[in-house]
T-cell receptor, first 112, second 114 residues
Framework: QKEVEQDPGPLSVPEGAIVSLNCTYS??????FMWYRQYSRKGPELLMY????GNKEDGRFTAQVDKSSKYISLFIRDSQPSDSATYLC????????????FGKGTHLIIQP | DTAVSQTPKYLVTQMGNDKSIKCEQN?????MYWYKQDSKKFLKIMFS???????INETVPNRFSPKSPDKAHLNLHINSLELGDSAVYFC?????????????FGPGTRLTVL
């Protein structure tokens, strides 16, 4: 079993819809959770960062972490065609120089 | 001004050659990383450097050697390149210190080995 599972998609939704992206993980040591957005042929761009269970909101984006279920989600409200990208979940166990463990990414397509 | 930059952006080379990729960050971060993204877009940690010391070294062939001349730079040297080394290599940096902080990525170097 991989440490981080993420459905690769593609996930195609109409413009304006609410998008839900999810990851599950198996390593209880993970304490920090991030969502990155990656456009084609670009580097990952940090969207959300959280280290506790619960919700964190930033504009149209909400990150949700449930450590008891080892499940994290990213919600995008009022989705726009410019949101079309690959969304990567990432997590780490702490310590100043830990590398992140990434999911494989979900390819999201927002249809105009 | 670019926070994390890498050169070159594209690198095409023959099997058996030796090549280097350079990374620079102007964020004042203590920790820098190299990640490899394969053809299936899976991103995996290779190395981490904290204040010029190697902290982690995942199961990467010893043909790959990171070198950090100072805490703003982390270069990746690859000897005897193989076809399987073809991938996109990303440099990242973070503030380090106690607890995991956000990592910021460079634009990537697309390496093609022929």
């Amino acid at each position: 079993q991989k440490e981080v599972e993420q459905d690769p998609g593609p996930l195609s939704v109409p413009e304006g819809a609410i998008v839900s992206l999810n990851c599950t993980y198996s390593n209880s040591a993970f304490q920090y959770f991030m969502w990155y957005r990656q456009y084609s042929r670009k580097g990952p761009e940090l969207l959300m960062y959280t280290y506790s269970s619960g919700n964190k909101e930033d504009g149209r984006f909400t990150a949700q972490v449930d450590k008891s279920s080892k499940y994290i989600s990213l919600f995008i409200r009022d989705s726009q065609p410019s949101d079309s990208a690959t969304y990567l979940c990432a997590m780490g166990s702490g310590g100043g120089a830990d590398g992140l463990t990434f999911g494989k990414g979900t390819h999201l397509i927002i249809q105009p | 001004d670019t926070a994390v930059s890498q050169t070159p952006k594209y690198l095409v080379t023959q099997m058996g050659n030796d090549k280097s990729i350079k990374c620079e960050q102007n964020l004042g971060h203590d920790t820098m990383y190299w990640y490899k993204q394969d053809s299936k877009k899976f991103l995996k940690i290779m190395f981490s450097y904290n204040n010029k010391e190697l902290i982690i070294n995942e199961t990467v062939p010893n043909r790959f050697s990171p070198k950090s001349p100072d805490k703003a730079h982390l270069n990746l040297h690859i000897n005897s390149l193989e076809l399987g080394d073809s991938a996109v290599y990303f440099c990242a940096s973070s503030g380090g210190g106690y607890g995991l902080t956000e990592q910021f990525f460079g634009p990537g170097t697309r390496l093609t080995v022929l």
